[in-house]
């Protein structure tokens, strides 16, 4: 299993507070992803990053932030969730985006905004 | 934007074939993945194709052609622990993935 651990793996809060999701990898890849899943519309991107401080906006990026200070770790920030930041969120990595390199994912997280 | 269907859900009989198609529109095209992803869990990667044709690992197969936009996973031989959602992830121009709704197959004893 590649070795990926997000975090909280729940969290229920309130409209208008700031949320921060961790994912954190052991196997050095490059690149890591969030994305969410809500029935009805599959996996969604929201951002991504090629590197250390390097990312780029998603499908979906609008009230979302992210942050790479380490090859590790890869943070989502919502600044003010909203219930319709309701979903599952999952973090992915992947050795490379060429040729047969697959995106492997982490557990999730799901997140409730009430 | 993409745009890829899949259909919503299948049932299928425990030993039987189910095949589970994918039809894809994309600003480029740079492979095509399959996942699969039990309630609750996170997707596993079960296969990949870039090229047409077919890709056949133990129970499980998938074809492409690039031409039509489509492809679709084969699961033979069907056992309960196959019950799961199916994704199909399109790797696109910019070598972003976009996935499909998912396809929720069933297992029926």
């Known amino acids: 299993d590649a070795g990926i651990t997000q975090s909280p793996r729940h969290k229920v809060t309130e409209t208008g507070t700031p949320v921060t999701l961790r994912c954190h990898q052991t196997?050095?890849?490059?690149?890591m992803y969030w994305y969410r899943q809500d029935p009805g519309h599959g996996l969604r991107l929201i951002h991504y990053?090629?590197?250390?401080?390097?990312?780029d906006k998603g499908e979906v990026s609008d009230g979302y932030s992210v942050s790479r200070s380490k090859t590790e770790d890869f943070l989502l920030t919502l600044e003010s969730a909203t219930s319709s930041q309701t979903s599952v969120y999952f973090c992915a990595i992947s050795e490379g985006v060429y040729s047969n390199q697959p995106q492997h994912f982490g557990d999730g997280t799901r997140l409730s905004i009430l | 934007g993409q745009n890829i269907d899949q259909p919503t859900e299948m049932t299928a009989t425990e030993g039987a074939i189910v095949q589970i198609n994918c039809t894809y529109q994309?600003?480029?095209?740079?492979?095509l993945f399959w996942y699969q992803q039990h309630a609750g869990e996170a997707p596993t990667f079960l296969s990949y194709?870039?090229?047409?044709g077919l890709e056949e690992k133990g129970r499980f197969s998938s074809f492409l052609s690039r031409s039509k936009g489509y492809s679709y996973l084969l699961l033979k031989e069907l056992q309960m622990k196959d019950s799961a959602s199916y994704l199909c992830?399109?790797?696109?121009?910019?070598?972003?993935?976009?996935f499909g709704a998912g396809t929720t197959v069933t297992v029926r004893a």
């Open positions: 990053s090629y590197g250390v401080k390097d990312t």
């Open positions: 196997e050095n890849h490059r690149y």
């Open positions: 992830a399109v790797r696109d121009g910019d070598y972003k993935l976009s």
């Open positions: 994309t600003s480029g095209f740079n492979g």
């Open positions: 194709n870039v090229l047409d």
